[in-house]
DNA sequence: CGGGCGTATGTTAGCGCTAACATGCGCCGC
DNA sequence: GCGGCGCATGTTAGCGCTAACATACGCCCG
């Protein structure tokens, strides 16, 4: 880390003059810092600082020079001294648990483009595992660099606990993590959601529509879960799933396998599109034709699922205006808004497309 | 939420004071310092900050001492006072085109996971658009927050341009940015890829092999382009395009009813199971068999790829392993480490599934 | 024509930490 | 028994910035 000195450089120092750099005349070049900006704007370094703030009170061709000085020494302020004495790090902190997901994915770039906007930057924790242990973990992390608050992507119940514990440390806001918290949260009306896809296939003359669910422990698996119940029993419908999956293409394969030759099933409400697409893969291979012998509906309208076989009528979901509210009540948060704590819920909107047909009369 | 003290407190105030607290006797609580510590444990603030930083020749007892102040204080350092001094901010930032995709995003993730497991804070900026004044923006960004290195997750020839001239100002390693630049760089072997894919094709019979190409301008796309040109010159047979998409499924299966009557086309290679998952829509449509009539190859082996219809034979890629050695190789440029730079190419794997079989004698 | 006020700037004092040096103390060797 | 050395700790001086106060200079008004 050694700025270079004069004398014979190891690689390390080499490292560093390259980013440095070192003066013709052999002086060390340091990255300029706002006293350097003020000795050749002829000011002094406040007058920097308030030309770089924005502050009132400077004349324009004070604040010209300044900036002409800022232009020549390719000045850039150190948000580490800044962020000292403002106690304000202008970071954003977002825990997800699995970003590889599209969901996830989505709603973290929609954070990112939100806080880029108001001016923020966004710092990432992974999640380990599930458990509130991991999650309080990720979010001391996010405290310990500085962030000003935190938006929590884990829809596990188990996470929803955890958050709690944390709200008094550092604004937190819940993503998506269904309806059971007391903490500032946005997520879809998973459950109307739901009950929309399943009254869809009860409309369609199904006698019942079956269930595969999410993994155990999923807000929105829950949520999903009792929205498909709810319609079911307002439409007098008898009650059944054919298990949960983890969310996978694989676990809604081997679902699939299992039904395949069930005559009952008629008509198949998944939890997301993926588990959709493995369950179309084994009815597939089990020679069951859809939308001809049975229906299937999705959750998630990710990109792909209008080019599935057939293409998946399913449930959408605008993953980057989750993200997009979900800075927006953190800022609120950040900025002490004090405002009646409703939770945000947005309604998805059912996409209908091939996988889903009338029943066949029997 | 904001638990309020005694006076009438605006809601900043209130805000504020849930997450600083009150104290019982009136006293406002600030959030500890390491004073506070060092008075708790009767040591000097340097003392505690041995303690904090492993530092040698602390007493056991006095260590002891301290933590236990620590504890009780729920003391936490602050980041910027430190960063300020040490000038190391222990914090990385990763540049990303669209962390939407599978790629991206799971290359973030292995960056993310590596990262944590050194010690590092990530930063993520998203690029708006693919343009090097768009790169330079979003490095900027990071550097201006004091990132010791960037990750640039940003495939496009464009790019590469731009982060060249990046290099000098804080150490950028580009992932997956192709063959042709300078820069550190860690990125698959897509070249090879897609050679062994396009062979894999020739081997089962057909005459050609036509590409389905990524979007003109990102490296990866030409990369895998160039691997099946040469694998078709190599083996004597027709060079013949069907066009480029964007990626996405929509563009495949555009691409994929141009081609679907052409009586010549009997192999198709997708630069990407996305754009394949359309190509097979659009066959499907159009009544043409898969493998029996046209074979089909895509490229990622995306989680999904085995439940497509037929399963797709592609080429797999380690994105968690690609997000790893970028942070390896940026952790060296950070340090300093001077080793030879040539490029880090990871090895992809083609994965044989249904979408392909021997080509019809006719 | 002088007191006061508003504008434009400079000066000073930290923010909370680490690095460098200073101090004090016990223990060893001769 | 005392100089010296190494360990354990304390003291001091910034890092680069902003906030708060201080100063200087017009200009208007009575």
Same mark, same amino acid.
């Given at each position: ?9 190891d690689?390390? $120092?080499r490292a ?6 070192t003066?013709? $005349? ?16 002829g000011?002094? !370094?406040?007058? #920097?600082s308030?030309?770089l %703030? ?7 061709g004070t604040?010209a +020079? #300044?900036?002409?000085?800022?232009? *020549?020494?390719?000045?850039?302020? %150190?948000?580490?001294?800044?962020a000292l004495?403002t106690?304000?790090s202008?970071?954003?902190g977002?825990?997800s648990?699995?970003?590889t997901?599209?969901?996830?994915a989505?709603t973290? $770039? ?5 806080a ?5 930057? &966004?710092s990432v ?5 599930l ?5 309080q973990e ?7 660099? =500085?962030?000003?608050g ?5 829809p ?8 709690a514990?944390?709200s ?7 993503? =998506?993590?269904?309806?059971r918290?007391?903490?500032p949260?946005v997520s879809?009306? %998973?459950?109307?959601?739901?009950e #929309?896809?399943t009254?869809h ?8 529509? !079956? !269930?595969l669910a999410?993994? &155990?422990g999923?807000t929105?698996?829950r949520?999903?879960?009792? =929205?498909?119940?709810q319609?079911l029993e307002?439409g007098g419908?008898r009650v059944s799933?054919?298990g ?5 293409? /694989?676990?809604?394969?081997e679902?699939g396998? +299992?039904?395949?030759?069930d005559?009952e099933?008629?008509a198949?409400?998944?939890? %997301? ?7 179309? /893969? ?23 699922a ?9 449930v /959408?979901? $605008?993953?980057?205006?989750?993200g ?6 953190l800022?609120? *948060? ?6 009646p704590r ?8 059912t ?5 889903? =047909?009338?029943?066949?009369r029997?």
């Amino acid at each position: 880390m050694a700025p270079p000195h004069d004398e014979v450089a190891d690689s390390r $120092d080499r490292a560093w003059g390259l980013r440095v750099g070192t003066e013709a $005349d052999g002086t060390e070049a340091r990255q300029p810092v706002m006293a350097d900006v003020a000795r050749l704007a002829g000011v002094s !370094h406040q007058t #920097v600082s308030r030309v770089l %703030n924005g502050a009132p009170h400077v004349r324009p061709g004070t604040r010209a +020079r #300044v900036l002409a000085a800022i232009r *020549e020494l390719d000045y850039r302020p %150190n948000s580490a001294a800044r962020a000292l004495v403002t106690r304000r790090s202008q970071t954003l902190g977002v825990v997800s648990f699995d970003s590889t997901l599209y969901g996830p994915a989505s709603t973290l $770039d929609g954070i990112e483009r939100a806080a880029r906007t108001a001016g923020y930057f &966004v710092s990432v924790a992974g999640l380990r595992s599930l458990d509130s242990r991991s999650v309080q973990e990720a979010v001391d992390r996010l405290r310990d660099q =500085g962030v000003e608050g935190v938006a929590v992507i884990a829809p596990q119940i188990s996470a929803v606990g955890a958050l709690a514990k944390l709200s008094s440390a550092v604004p937190v806001v819940a993503v =998506g993590a269904g309806s059971r918290s007391r903490l500032p949260m946005v997520s879809f009306d %998973n459950r109307a959601g739901a009950e #929309v896809a399943t009254r869809h296939l009860l409309d369609l003359g199904h006698r019942t529509v !079956h !269930h595969l669910a999410g993994p &155990v422990g999923w807000t929105e698996g829950r949520d999903r879960q009792d =929205g498909w119940r709810q319609a079911l029993e307002a439409g007098g419908a008898r009650v059944s799933r054919i298990g949960g999956g983890d969310w996978s293409a /694989r676990s809604g394969y081997e679902a699939g396998r +299992r039904i395949a030759h069930d005559p009952e099933v008629t008509a198949v409400f998944c939890a %997301n599109d993926h588990m959709a697409l493995g369950l179309l /893969r084994a009815l597939r291979e089990a020679g069951r034709a859809v939308p001809g012998e049975i229906s299937v509906v999705g959750f998630d309208d990710i990109p792909e699922a209008a080019y599935f076989t057939p293409p998946l009528t399913t449930v /959408r979901q $605008d993953f980057g205006e989750l993200g997009r509210r979900a800075l927006e009540l953190l800022l609120e *948060e950040i900025e002490g808004v004090d405002r009646p704590r409703h939770p945000v819920r947005i309604s998805p909107e059912t996409v209908l497309r091939r996988s889903t =047909g009338p029943a066949r009369r029997t």
